[in-house]
């Protein structure tokens, strides 16, 4: 990963809320950068790279779909896209701060839902 050309260009797409933070989410030429801010360390964060590939894959396949979760996604989209939870979260964040999906605050678990809008 060479940082230099992953913050080259970075475009702000927007934001979305997790259970305790907010992750914003930037843009650039191959993929989406999704920083967190570290809730201890006052000047510290962390980020999460997630190819432009994998989400066009999850918003293609879940379109219209409502109560998706990042287990869902990880056990049924068993591709290169998607190997574990947590980049199957940052896809749906991606999916929600570029407008294509929403967070489903209905359900009273421990997972966080989504629905993904119909293209």
């Known amino acids: 990963m ?8 970075l475009k702000y797409c927007g934001e979305a809320s997790g259970l305790r933070q907010t992750y914003q989410v930037f843009e650039s030429r191959k993929q989406f950068v999704v920083m967190s801010q570290a809730r201890t360390k006052p000047n510290a964060g962390y980020f999460n790279l ?15 779909r ?12 068993r ?8 980049q199957a979260l940052n896809i749906l964040y991606v999916l929600v ?4 999906a929403t967070r489903d605050d209905r359900f009273r678990n421990r997972e966080l839902h989504f629905n993904i809008h119909a293209r």
């Open 97 to 100: 701060a570029t407008g294509a």
């Open 66 to 77: 409502q109560d998706v979760t990042a287990k869902q996604l990880t056990t049924r989209s």
């Open 50 to 64: 997630v190819s432009k590939a994998a989400v066009d894959h999850v918003r293609r396949g879940y379109a219209g």
């Open 2 to 9: 060479d940082i230099r050309n992953l913050a080259t260009g």
């Open 79 to 86: 591709t290169a896209h998607v190997k574990n939870a947590l």
